[in-house]
């Protein structure tokens, strides 16, 4: 599976972006889909995660209320809606896909194909 994240960019404090992430390749099979997010000279960290029926979504108290996690099966695209961002939220945003669902949803090794990042900058 390829994934392909793009949306970021430049955006003042309270403002609002949507990043995307699609896939390509073996999209049949059903994945947990997630993003997560590393700032500079910080780990990466979780921020949001999305079942394959999309009926069970899970956030990272941080963004809980701010961001929501979507997906489009038959567009094999998972969205991240940003709202209200922050100067804190300012990283480089990864999607990934977690092929064996059932583990720890919130930590990257859980997670088996990763996008190359997008960046988000959050002026304040």
């Known amino acids: 599976v390829q994934l392909q994240a793009s949306g970021g960019g430049l955006v003042q404090t309270g403002g609002s972006l949507r990043l995307s992430c699609a896939a390509s390749?073996?999209?049949?099979?059903?994945?947990?889909m997630g993003w997560f997010r590393q700032a500079p000279g910080k780990e990466r960290e979780f921020v949001a995660t999305?079942?394959?029926?999309?009926?069970?979504?899970f956030y990272a108290g941080s963004v809980k209320g701010r961001f929501t996690i979507s997906r489009d099966n038959a567009k094999n695209t998972v969205y991240l809606q940003m709202n209200s961002l922050k100067p804190e939220d300012t990283a480089v945003y990864y999607c990934?896909?977690?092929?064996?669902?059932?583990?720890?949803?919130?930590?990257?090794?859980?997670?088996?194909?990763w996008g190359q990042g997008t960046q988000v900058t959050v002026s304040s």
């Open positions: 990934a896909a977690d092929s064996v669902p059932g583990g720890s949803v919130s930590r990257p090794s859980e997670y088996d194909y």
């Open positions: 390749g073996r999209t049949g099979s059903r994945y947990r």
């Open positions: 999305i079942s394959w029926s999309g009926g069970s979504t």
